[in-house]
């Protein structure tokens, strides 16, 4: 395989990238983090991808494996500065997730259980395939196809119960 770019899969993926890491994070610092992370394992293990056109889906289970290994960790050891209320007053600008529908939208995805945010943001916002984020998540396509359902279901039911919103869906001002 002829030796891919890295600055060019750095401009084409970084923001994809973030912005699922963002989704599963829901901390800014741990998304850029996670993405840094991801680029760093394609320049010390990308030489060995056979095929150039699952790079995309490499660079996405790369990032998701990452995650899942730190969530692992964190919910081994708790950390002692994990204060709710310094978690709690920190706020996501529009400008990282300026493809999102809206505001409301973030925050109902982001409020979704990870087994339903991971496969809903993949799909709406990367356009990954079902093939696709079945390998990533390393699930079978059933399972994939059952959690989006199952997850916009819920994305619907969070939307349609959120106080926070008009009959015409807009927001009310505070």
């Known amino acids: 395989m002829a030796t891919l770019d890295f600055e060019q899969l750095v401009d084409d ?3 994809p990238l973030y912005r699922f890491a963002l989704s599963l994070s829901r901390r800014e610092s741990d998304a850029a983090d996670l993405t840094q992370q991801t680029f760093l394992l394609w320049a010390k293990k990308g030489h060995q991808l056979r095929e150039a056109s699952k790079v995309k889906t490499w660079l996405f289970t790369s990032l998701y494996r990452e995650f899942l290994g730190r969530k692992r960790q964190q919910d081994r050891f708790v950390e002692a500065d994990n204060n709710p209320e ?3 007053a920190q706020v996501v600008p529009a400008t990282v997730v300026d493809q999102l529908d809206s505001q409301i939208v ?3 995805l982001f409020g979704l259980e990870e087994i339903y945010r991971a496969p809903l943001t993949l799909f709406y916002l990367q356009q990954l395939s079902y093939k696709e984020i079945a ?3 390393e699930l079978p396509i059933g399972t994939v196809m059952s959690r989006i359902s199952r997850g916009k ?3 619907r039911k969070a939307l349609a119960d959120d106080p926070g919103l008009t009959k015409s ?3 009310k001002a505070s």
Request: charged share 15%; glycine share 16%.
């Open 13 to 15: 993926f970084y923001m």
């Open 86 to 88: 310094a978690l709690g």
């Open 106 to 108: 973030q925050d109902a």
């Open 135 to 137: 390998e990533t998540l």
């Open 153 to 155: 279901g819920a994305l």
């Open 169 to 171: 869906g807009e927001q």
